[in-house]
Nanobody, 117 residues
Framework: QVQLVESGGGLVQAGGSLRLSCAAS????????NGWFRQAPGKEREIVAQISRIRGRISYADSVKGRFTISRDNARNTVYLQINSLRPEDTAVYYC??????????WGQGTPVTVSS
């Protein structure tokens, strides 16, 4: 059984930082593409960062470039999202996901991030 468990969300002031973690069981992260998504209230879910299984290629949404950093620790089977310079518009539930070739089949339960101004 595959499980992805996110942690690290919380309430933070604008300009602050958070480090989100996503630990996996039942799946090997290094054999999958990994993505971080977010869904703000009343909005559709959007991808913010992803790291590929092949060569660990990384990409970001334009709205988070320079502030968010995705990384993967294969030994810990964990993916991270370092979020700096947080803005109120970053408020959302953040989800990690795993899959192949851009199709994400496995999802975590989400961790909420709230940024106060």
């Amino acid at each position: 059984q595959v499980q992805l468990v996110e942690s690290g969300g919380g309430l933070v002031q604008a300009g602050g930082s958070l480090r989100l973690s996503c630990a996996a069981s039942g799946i090997t992260f290094s054999s999958t593409d990994n993505g971080w998504f977010r869904q703000a209230p009343g909005k559709e879910r959007e991808i913010v960062a992803q790291i590929s299984r092949i060569r660990g290629r990384i990409s970001y949404a334009d709205s988070v470039k320079g502030r968010f950093t995705i990384s993967r620790d294969n030994a810990r089977n964990t993916v991270y999202l370092q979020i700096n310079s947080l803005r109120p518009e970053d408020t959302a539930v953040y989800y990690c996901a795993a899959g192949i070739s851009g199709t994400y089949n496995f999802w975590g339960q989400g961790t909420p991030v709230t940024v106060s101004s």
